[in-house]
């Protein structure tokens, strides 16, 4: 999907700036892969260590305490997902009598990939409190192994 983007992005400039010809499709077709890319990766590309959080206090506390931030945390976005999710389905699936303005695609097509990622949060979220209620505390974050992901 990146290489896509980048490839419809290097043609949208060569079609604007050395032939004069702006082009819209390249634009819709990187918005609409971004967001997929996007969402595609949260759900199910990036570990739980990978995620970005506030670690301060988290990583300040023993294994007990981030069991229980774990907990809360978790159950705390299981019900925020699943309250939220029958609107979700409900307005992406509206959304099929739009389409984008270049390509043509459905809306529902475009935007199910947010259902996609929520329930696989809810998923991801189940599993996480699971472990923790078993009582395996979450990595403790070591600010000297950081990176960048590469």
Do not use: N
Request: proline share 4%.
């Amino acid at each position: 999907m990146l290489a896509t983007m980048f490839l419809a992005f290097l043609l949208q400039i060569a079609f604007r700036y050395l032939l004069g010809l702006p082009i819209g499709w390249t634009h819709e077709l990187s918005a609409i892969l971004w967001v997929w890319l996007v969402l595609w990766g949260a759900a199910f590309v990036i570990s739980e260590r990978e995620e970005i959080r506030f670690d301060i206090i988290y990583g300040a506390v023993g294994p007990g305490p981030r069991r229980v931030m774990c907990i809360i945390t978790a159950v705390a976005l299981i019900a925020l997902y699943l309250v939220s999710l029958p609107a979700v389905v409900d307005y992406v699936t509206f959304m099929k009598v739009q389409s984008t303005a270049y390509l043509k695609i459905r809306f529902d097509l475009l935007f199910s990939i947010y259902v996609v990622f929520a329930v696989a949060v809810v998923i991801r979220y189940i599993w996480l409190a699971w472990q923790a209620l078993r009582g395996v505390a979450p990595e403790e974050f070591d600010p000297t192994k950081a990176s960048s992901g590469v």
